[in-house]
């Protein structure tokens, strides 16, 4: 049986799984399950992952949800999977793990609770709340600060001083991806001072082409309605369009 896999492309996570799979050839059905209308808590798909969350997979008798869990899975599973993105050495391996055990702890919560508490909450059925978006800008700047001057380590293009991606690479790009539905002024405000991070976003995006562009299409869609609606003056309005929620 082919591989199946369950997402939202809005969702961070789930891009990162299905560019994950474009670019290293592994055939795979996407199933879209759109978040906007909560179909992640149908009994249908609660039936495949009881916890109501994407990305999800089903390979053969196998279903398997969290990102990084899944990643590590189709990087084990698949021999079209070169060995810079989960490599064979078990000391490059563990501290891929300290990589996105960190993340899970400190980017995503920064990254994830800025955007939906300065932007997305209205178009998701909830109110934006200041005090959580500054708690979460704080914890977004110390974390973009940590990927400068730790985690990005001399002149590599990729985390933990690769010249080559990882699946940490990956996840935490497509984390900060989310991003773009900021105004242009707020992202650039955030990202002006890191110089090391915003070059490594671009190693990415180009070491996964032409896949990386292609599947943020319905992220890109969302910050150009986003952006229209700003130049309207439009604070209150129905769901731009997008189908999903962070």
Not at 23 to 35: A, C, M, P, R, S
Not at 88 to 111: C, E, F, Q, T, Y
Not at 155 to 183: H, R, T, W, Y
Request: charged share 25%.
């Amino acid at each position: 049986m082919k591989l199946k896999v369950y997402a939202d492309r809005m969702s961070q996570p789930s891009r990162a799984v299905i560019i994950f799979c474009k670019v290293n050839g592994i055939e795979f059905d996407e199933v879209l399950i759109i978040l906007a209308k909560r179909q992640q808590l149908s009994p249908e798909f609660k039936e495949i992952n009881p916890l109501g969350k994407v990305p999800t997979i089903v390979d053969g008798r196998l279903k398997l949800f969290e990102s990084h869990a899944i990643l590590i899975y189709l990087s084990s599973a698949f021999p079209s999977v070169a060995d810079h993105w989960y490599p064979n050495d078990l000391s490059k391996r563990a501290k891929i793990h300290s990589v996105l055990d960190w993340h899970h702890s400190n980017l995503r919560p920064g990254a994830a609770g800025y955007v939906m508490n300065s932007v997305l909450a209205p178009f998701l059925g909830g109110s934006l709340d200041s005090k959580a978006a500054a708690e979460a800008e704080q914890i977004l700047t110390k974390s973009l600060s940590t990927l400068e001057t730790f985690w990005l380590k001399g002149n590599a293009k990729f985390l933990l001083g690769s010249n080559q991606p990882s699946i940490a690479d990956l996840s935490l790009v497509c984390e900060l991806m989310q991003l773009q539905v900021l105004d242009e002024k707020d992202r650039l405000r955030l990202f002006s001072p890191y110089k090391k991070v915003e070059e490594w976003i671009e190693n990415t995006r180009k070491a996964t082409q032409p896949h990386f562009d292609v599947v943020h299409k319905t992220l890109y869609g969302a910050k150009d309605k986003f952006e229209k609606q700003r130049k309207m003056g439009t604070t209150t309005v129905s769901k731009p369009g997008f189908q999903s929620k962070m």
